[in-house]
Every structure is written in C-alpha cells, then in structure tokens.
C-alpha cells in the first residue's frame, strides 16, 4: 500500500502505521495531490479507507453553487460541509486571508462494508480552524 | 534629489521582505481498515 500511494500524483512521503491503522500522506508542494485518487488507491491495495483527514491552507471563496469553499490552488477547491466553523469563515470569502485548517474529507458511511464507490467530489468538514493570516 | 535619494533608500531599508504563506494541502491522515 505505501508504494502504491507513494506512486500517486503530487504525494512525497507516505508512513503506514500497522499497529493503529493510520496513513499519513506528506504531499508535495505542487498542488497535485488528489484525495479522491488516494482513496481510490488504498481501495486498489486491498484495504478500506474508514475515515480521510486534511490539514490545508487556503483563501476562502465561493464555488460555483455560490457555497464557501477552500482555495488551495487555482484549479482546485474543497466545498466545506456547512458547520459552526464555517459559519465562522463565511466573512472572509473572497479575501486575501489565508486560513489553515484541518478538516475530514472522508468517513466511511456506518455499517457499508468494503466499497470502492466514493463520492466524485468530497466535501471538507471543518474540525479545527488552526491559523487565520 | 539627494532627498529623494535619501527618500528612496528608507524606504527600500524599511521593507522587511516576509515569506508568502502559500496555499497547499499540507496533510492528509487516513484510517483504514483491513490492514495486516
């Protein structure tokens, strides 16, 4: 599984931890990595993605559908699942404000078993707003 | 001109150059299951 993740687009170091059950991807700085690829990965190396986390930095806008959304690059947003934190963040849409955070992309929904259908888009839930600058 | 040379050189002096905080992913943790 380490190689196979390490081998995605845009990730420089992947550490498995067998005893916990936790991956910890290191991606590198050029804005190429793919959550929705990495699950797609791990499902091909034999095991269940139970639950994704990410830790970001990025201005806050609007996608498309008007919703405020994570800019990490240019080409790419994650659209927050609404909560109390992003209630919080909805001011700063649109300014140069970079925030860090970190969030959960990905849960297994309760009582599925193995399945390699994951969402096309995922949407970040805010867990902890680390950084405003 | 002097003074505007003067002018100049402060205000190149005063500028303290600060790293841009770029924006990445910068982490990415999972859980899973099955491993062995």
Redesign the interface.
Same mark, same amino acid.
């Given at each position: 599984m380490k190689q196979h993740l390490g081998r995605q687009s845009g990730v420089q170091t992947v550490d498995v931890s067998l005893l916990d059950g936790k991956v910890q991807v290191t991606p590198k700085g050029d804005g190429e990595i793919d959550p929705v690829q990495l699950l797609k990965a791990t499902y091909d190396s034999g095991v269940t993605a139970a639950e994704m986390d990410m830790t970001a930095r990025g201005k806050m806008v609007k996608d498309a559908a008007g919703s405020l959304a994570l800019e990490v690059a240019p080409n790419r947003v994650f659209t927050f699942a609404p909560n109390e934190a992003s209630k919080g963040l909805e001011s700063l849409a649109g300014t140069p404000t970079m925030v860090t955070l970190r969030g959960q992309l990905y849960k297994k929904p309760e009582g599925k078993k193995k399945s390699k259908d994951f969402p096309a888009v995922l949407t970040l839930l805010i867990l902890e707003i680390e950084k405003k600058e | 001109m002097n003074t505007k040379r003067l002018a100049l050189l402060v205000l190149l002096g005063s500028i303290v150059v600060v790293p841009v /905080?770029? /924006?990445? @992913?910068?982490?990415?943790?999972?859980? @899973?299951?099955?491993?062995?």
């Open positions: - | /905080a770029k /924006a990445q @992913v910068q982490h990415i943790e999972m859980r @899973v299951e099955g491993m062995t």
